[in-house]
């Protein structure tokens, strides 16, 4: 099992719509949470990092479920500017803080 | 620099040749990261460095891979012997301190025919 997993997708949204997905994390000691854009053929870039309070950010907002060990993020009123591979990221301090990814969702914003 | 930057963007190796990657983080960042990423997955760690100390190489997939950054700035990350299946886009990343946000580079995308 991976370390940190999430749905591939494709998620289809209609322009204006609300759209979520997870991640789950398989190692609870994970202490750092991040979630990436990435579109295709480019590099990730940050969208955000999550806190334990949950966090928002315009459009976006992010939660963290440490009983459950696993973050989400929902976007509200989708543009089609949001389609991309969303990369869940977690960090352990133990582990030497080394950046691990999740496979990505991809999300596919329509008019 | 303005951001991290790697060189070449591409690279076409033919099977058996040893390649050289490049990778130039922001000014001041003390963490480096090397990933590989292949089609349609997340990028995989490869190895990290605080200043010029490899703290973490144990995502290197053989001893054909090798990465160093002598000075704490520039890094270069070799594959010698490149294989088919080491065809991904490689991507380099610094952050200011670790634990922090990462910003990566462009990614040098190797194809080995």
């Known amino acids: 099992r991976k370390e940190v997993e999430q749905d591939p997708g494709p998620f289809n949204v209609p322009e204006g719509a609300t759209v979520a997905f997870n991640c789950t994390y398989s190692n609870s000691a994970s202490q750092s949470f991040f979630w990436y854009r990435q579109d295709c053929r480019k590099e990730p870039k940050l969208l955000m990092s999550v806190y334990s309070s949950g966090n928002e950010d315009g459009r976006f907002t992010a939660q963290l479920n440490r009983a459950s060990q696993y973050i989400s993020l929902l976007i509200r009123d989708s543009k089609l500017s949001d389609s991309a591979t969303y990369l869940c990221?977690?960090?352990?301090?133990?582990?030497?803080?080394?950046?691990?990814f999740g496979g990505g969702t991809r999300v596919l914003v329509k008019p | 620099g303005a951001g991290v930057s790697q060189s070449p963007r591409y690279k076409v190796a033919k099977r058996g040749q040893d390649v050289a990657l490049r990778c130039d983080p922001i000014?001041?960042?003390?963490?480096l990261f090397w990933y590989q990423q292949a089609l349609g997955q997340g990028p995989e760690f490869l190895t990290y460095?605080?200043?010029?100390?490899?703290?973490?190489k144990s995502g290197l997939p053989s001893d054909r891979f090798f990465a160093e950054r002598p000075e704490g700035s520039v890094s270069t990350l070799k594959i010698q012997r490149t294989q088919q299946e080491d065809s991904a886009v490689y991507l380099c990343?610094?952050?200011?301190?670790?634990?922090?946000?990462?910003?990566f580079g462009q990614g040098t995308r190797l194809t080995v025919v």
């Open positions: 460095f605080q200043n010029e100390a490899q703290l973490d």
């Open positions: 000014s001041g960042h003390v963490s």
């Open positions: 990343a610094s952050s200011l301190q670790s634990r922090e946000r990462a910003f």
């Open positions: 990221v977690v960090i352990r301090w133990a582990a030497g803080n080394k950046l691990t």
